[in-house]
């Protein structure tokens, strides 16, 4: 069964540093989505993205947050420079056309020190 | 705003123990609504929806009733399992491909042989 797949598992980076999270979404998939969840705290939305453009960000979102479809098969999110509360586990989701069910990925923890 | 209420865990069962989790949904007009499952180490995993009140979503031995006299969506089983012991997440969407989806905390559960 085809699955979100994400990379690394476990980022760990100094407060100030730019991180990339990589994601695979499902192949025939053409929405994407990036949620985070800060230790115990809910899964938040952080941003939607179709047809090479964001569609929805959330307030979370800001100016340090970015991301891109750089090839056919990845979907990446980058924070430009981490601040000690970006830490939290990040999940990459993916749906097809005419449906609202997304599919999940493992996450990535990203811990900022 | 829209926003997810879910039951505070963790819960502890012994198997074949009766499993209730409750969830609870504030949203204009007409969500759809999911519980998701995450297995230590796995994504979130898609485990029932329902798209209309009255509608009973069903998976793996899970139900859940789409109650919009109640804006409830608990989730039940009859007789749990040792394999069932993971994170349950209710969730709503406004029901558009690329619409977010609005989480609670996740309810950890923990069953015991």
């Known amino acids: 069964e085809p699955e979100v797949t994400q990379t690394p598992s476990h980022q760990v980076t100094q407060m100030g540093q730019e991180v990339i999270l990589r994601c695979v979404p499902i192949?025939?998939?053409?929405?994407f989505y990036w949620y985070r969840q800060i230790l115990g705290q809910k899964v938040e939305f952080l941003v939607s993205?179709?047809?090479?453009?964001?569609?929805?960000k959330s307030e979370i979102f800001d100016d340090q947050f970015s991301v891109e479809r750089p090839d056919g098969s990845n979907f990446t999110l980058k924070i430009r420079s981490t601040k000690l509360e970006d830490s939290a586990m990040y999940f990459c989701?993916?749906?097809?056309?005419?449906?609202?069910?997304?599919?999940f990925g493992p996450g990535t923890r990203l811990t900022v020190t | 705003g829209d926003s997810v209420t879910q039951m505070e865990g963790p819960v502890t069962l012994s198997e074949e123990a009766f499993l209730t989790i409750n969830c609870t949904y504030t949203?204009?007009?007409?969500?759809?609504l999911f519980w998701y499952v995450q297995y230590p180490g796995e994504g979130l995993q898609l485990l029932l929806k329902?798209?209309?009140?009255?509608d009973k979503g069903s998976n793996k031995g899970f139900e859940a009733t789409y109650r919009k006299e109640t804006t409830s969506f608990h989730l039940e089983k009859g007789s749990v399992q040792v394999s069932d012991s993971a994170v349950y997440f209710c969730?709503?969407?406004?029901?558009?491909?690329?619409?977010?989806?609005?989480f609670g905390r996740g309810t950890q559960l923990t069953v015991w042989p």
């Open positions: 969730a709503l969407s406004k029901g558009s491909t690329l619409g977010r989806l609005y």
């Open positions: 192949s025939n998939h053409l929405y």
């Open positions: 949203a204009t007009g007409y969500p759809s």
């Open positions: 329902a798209t209309k009140a009255d």
């Open positions: 989701a993916s749906t097809r056309r005419g449906t609202d069910e997304q599919y």
């Open positions: 993205f179709y047809n090479n453009e964001i569609s929805e």
